[in-house]
Nanobody, 115 residues
Framework: QVQLVESGGGLVQPGGSLRLSCAAS????????VGWYRQAPGKQRELVAT???????IYADSVKSRFGISRDNAKNTVYLQMNGLKAEDTAVYYC?????????WGQGTQVTVSS
């Protein structure tokens, strides 16, 4: 069964940090580009960061210098370290795995940044 399971979301104060995890099963994880997307209420889903099978990374301009994406192929897991969180980072964060035309999505985890 192909599955991506996110964890690590929650409520954090502005300026705080969170680390999201996404564990994959049912896919050959090392072949996939994996990444994080987010969707805030009333807005379209947008890319946050991705990491390719060759460890090349892409970040949205809004999160560069604050967020870091990494992958552990031994654990079939991708991480998103989020530092310096702002209210505008509040969203549901989704994990995605891509190989060619195949996309697999996780169910999402809520991140709320509020004092």
């Amino acid at each position: 069964q192909v599955q991506l399971v996110e964890s690590g979301g929650g409520l954090v104060q502005p300026g705080g940090s969170l680390r999201l995890s996404c564990a994959a099963s049912g896919i050959t994880f090392t072949l996939y580009t994996v990444g994080w997307y987010r969707q805030a209420p009333g807005k379209q889903r947008e890319l946050v960061a991705t990491v390719s099978s060759g460890d090349n990374t892409i970040y949205a301009d809004s999160v560069k210098s604050r967020f870091g994406i990494s992958r552990d192929n031994a654990k079939n897991t991708v991480y998103l370290q989020m530092n310096g969180l702002k209210a505008e980072d509040t969203a549901v964060y989704y994990c995605k795995a891509t190989l060619g035309s195949r996309n697999v999505w996780g169910q999402g985890t809520q991140v709320t940044v509020s004092s």
